[in-house]
């Protein structure tokens, strides 16, 4: 088992469709959660970032931290074809050193107009 | 905007082969790090660097695979030599605290 899954989708809307992302780990251990937005054939771009539990907010976007059920999603609100990409969640528990980010497959998204 | 700087973007290369990867991060970022991402999935840590040491290298294939970092800046990672399943794109990230920021990747090709 993974310890990070994510629903590879493809998931596709409409323009102006609220989309909702998510993905579940199975580590206690991490505290720090992000989102990446991937285009095709381009580096990952950070979109949110958010340590331990609780909601936060960003423009149309809105990601939302649960640890105690191992659970993280991402909101996207008035979606435009603009967001069409692939949406990275990535984690990690963060030591003294630094700590690696473990990432899932990744949502391919699709907002047609 | 700082961006972490990645070259070549893209690189075909026949098995057997040499080829290296080089990356310039983010002005102040300790933290380097080296990703390969295979075509649906997300990226898998290779190595990372605090600095000129290496943090983590537990997934590196090191009989063929190996980066530094020798002044603390930039960082070149090689695969010697090369093999068809190393296809991928090659990704280097960066931070000064805990997010990471990333290059735009090379694309590796082996034929």
């Known amino acids: ?38 285009y095709s054939r381009k580096g990952p771009e950070l979109l949110m970032y958010t340590y331990s539990s609780g909601n936060k907010e960003d423009g149309r976007f809105t990601a939302q931290v649960d640890k ?3 659970y993280i999603s991402l909101f996207i609100r008035d979606s435009q074809p603009s967001d069409s990409a692939t949406y990275l969640c990535a984690m990690s528990a963060f030591d003294n050193q630094g700590g690696k980010l473990i990432f899932g497959q990744g949502t391919e998204l699709s907002v047609k107009p | ?6 070259s070549p973007r893209y690189k075909i290369t026949e098995k057997s082969q040499a080829v290296a990867f080089w990356c310039d991060p983010i002005s102040g970022h300790a933290t380097l790090y080296w990703y390969r991402q295979i075509l649906g999935q997300g990226p898998e840590l290779l190595v990372q660097f605090q600095d000129e040491s290496v943090v983590d290298d537990s997934q590196l294939p090191k009989d063929r695979f190996s980066a530094e970092r020798l002044k603390g800046v930039d960082s070149t990672l090689k695969i010697q030599p090369a093999e068809l399943g190393d296809s991928a794109m090659y990704l280097c990230a960066s931070s000064l605290s805990r997010e ?4 735009q990747g090379t694309r590796l090709t082996v034929v």
């Not at chain 1, 493809?10 to 991937?38: D, H, K």
């Not at chain 2, 905007?1 to 990645?6: N, S």
């Not at chain 2, 990471?100 to 290059?103: K, M, V």
């Open chain 2, 1 to 6: 905007e700082a961006e972490v700087a990645q």
């Open chain 2, 100 to 103: 990471a920021f990333f290059g």
């Open chain 1, 1 to 38: 088992q993974k310890e990070v899954e994510q629903d590879p989708g493809p998931l596709s809307v409409p323009e102006g469709a609220i989309v909702s992302l998510n993905c579940t780990y199975s580590n206690s251990a991490f505290q720090y959660f992000m989102w990446y937005r991937q």
């Open chain 1, 68 to 70: 105690s059920s191992k």
